[in-house]
């Protein structure tokens, strides 16, 4: 496990910079899989967003569909991805299963389950937060996550308010073993946007881990490209 992981995050972080060199790039968050979320609604779309992202340069995805609601349904969700798995392949891209897990859910389903929704092969967990605030036991809960033997990968860091306000909160969440991960959006939202501003300061501070397509629709992959060219003035 340990070695899948580094070599997940030596991916992740030679990605950028190895572009256009004939390495591929590892996307840890999207919502590519048909009818389980708010991404992709057909088959269709679904196969249109993997040409879009292999054009981006894209050559592993992980599929995160939204572990958030009372419809999470894992059965359907891996029915899902074992057929979308094989026609990826076919068009070159590798698949991996994972889950953006909202943070709620996880308390309603209880902390033992946080090993059950890690990226397959790996131990890493997106764990996603409310975006106007954290749980007021935020630390002890990632403790007690990362006590189970799971590696947490906090989803969009730059969306949450406290962040906003407060860049050191980021930085706490990597001192604690966090990694962070960058949603490719930030760069739609004006330049003066809470969201931009704080994505900058986390480029700037070297506290992004992960940038990511977190795509829904077939143009998120040039918002992507977009962001991935943004992030490399850092």
Not at 14 to 21: E, F, L, M, P
Not at 35 to 49: I, L, N, Y
Not at 128 to 133: R, V, W
Request: hydrophobic letters at 40%.
């Amino acid at each position: 496990h340990g070695h899948v992981q580094r070599n997940a995050r030596a991916v992740s972080e030679r990605a950028a910079r190895q572009r256009g060199k004939g390495e591929g790039v590892f996307d840890i968050h999207c919502h590519i899989l048909n009818g389980v979320d708010d991404g992709s609604r057909t088959p269709a779309e679904s196969h249109q967003m993997l040409l879009a992202a292999r054009d981006a340069g894209i050559n592993h995805i992980v599929c995160t569909p939204h572990c958030k609601h009372s419809a999470f349904d894992a059965e359907l969700i891996a029915k899902r991805y074992r057929a979308f798995k094989a026609h990826a392949e076919k068009n070159g891209v590798r698949l991996s299963l994972g889950y953006e897990v909202h943070w709620k859910k996880l308390a309603d389903m209880g902390l033992d389950a946080a090993p059950s929704l890690c990226i397959e092969d790996t131990n890493l967990l997106l764990l996603e937060f409310s975006s106007s605030h954290l749980p007021a036991n935020w630390q002890r809960a990632i403790y007690t996550i990362q006590g189970k033997g799971v590696d947490i990968v906090i989803a969009h860091p730059e969306r949450y308010k406290p962040v906003q306000e407060d860049i050191d909160i980021a930085r706490e969440m990597r001192e604690m073993g966090c990694r962070l991960q960058l949603s490719a959006n930030f760069v739609e939202g004006g330049i003066f946007s809470p969201r931009r501003r704080t994505a900058t300061a986390l480029l700037k501070n070297g506290l992004v881990d992960y940038l990511a397509s977190d795509a829904h629709r077939v143009e998120h992959y040039a918002t992507y490209l977009k962001a991935l060219k943004e992030a490399q003035k850092y």
